[in-house]
């Protein structure tokens, strides 16, 4: 693959916790060079990235990154980044809840947040690091019935990050309409070109421009 093939599947991401205004603006603008497919941001950004880029598709996370806060935090997270100017919601499922076998929970939390969302499209980052893969089928069809566009791998803050085996197995139990994120771990462009053969439609990851460039 080249990398004008590559570079619309990327979300161009920055979540460090000691991110600046100066290294997000730089994100910004690689990603309107390269043609990315967003640019992953903290919500605190999204306003002024707005403001600044108005044509960037912009992404931010929410409940991020362990995926505990409430129901009704995580709504009120989402409805005010879309009124920032987010374009996509990647949010953060309730681990606690999966761990107890409490999946109707988190059906239903996905779905609040997808109506929070307002018709913006909403990835669900499941931590696959976390799961046995008993747990990783029902949160298939979790994101499956709440009806949510996306079903991501990780936040890339866990132990672990994106493996291709469990992107073979999400293939096996989602539904038609939910795509695949891949997050977290991708070190080569071999590794890119990997995850989407293999069938991911994003792969959120900040090496991407380190990667590809120099590499036609």
Do not use: Q
Not at 75 to 86: I, K, L, M, Q, S
Not at 141 to 153: H, R
């Amino acid at each position: 693959m080249n990398n004008s093939e590559i570079f619309p599947h990327i979300d161009h991401t920055l979540l460090r916790a000691t991110a600046t205004e100066g290294e997000i603006f730089r994100l910004c603008k690689e990603a309107l060079k390269y043609k990315t497919a967003s640019v992953c941001i903290p919500a605190c950004y999204v306003k002024l990235v707005r403001e600044k880029f108005s044509e960037l598709n912009i992404c931010t996370v929410i409940g991020f990154p362990l995926g505990y806060s409430t129901t009704a935090a995580k709504c009120a997270e989402t409805r005010e980044a879309v009124g920032d100017g987010a374009d996509e919601i990647d949010m953060v499922i309730n681990l606690g809840w999966v761990k107890d076998g409490k999946f109707s929970e988190v059906r239903r939390e996905i779905e609040d947040v997808k109506a929070a969302c307002g018709g913006k499209i909403l990835k669900v980052i499941i931590e696959t690091c976390c799961l046995t893969d008993r747990e990783k089928i029902e949160l298939c069809k979790c994101v499956t019935n709440a009806k949510a566009d996306y079903i991501k791998t990780s936040t890339g803050f866990g132990t672990a990050s994106a493996h291709i085996e469990d992107i073979r197995l999400f293939k096996k139990h989602i539904g038609s309409d939910v795509k695949i994120k891949a997050a977290g771990g991708v070190k080569t462009k071999a590794d890119l070109e990997m995850f989407l053969n293999e069938g991911c439609d994003r792969i959120g990851t900040s090496s991407a421009v380190k990667l590809l460039i120099g590499g036609e």
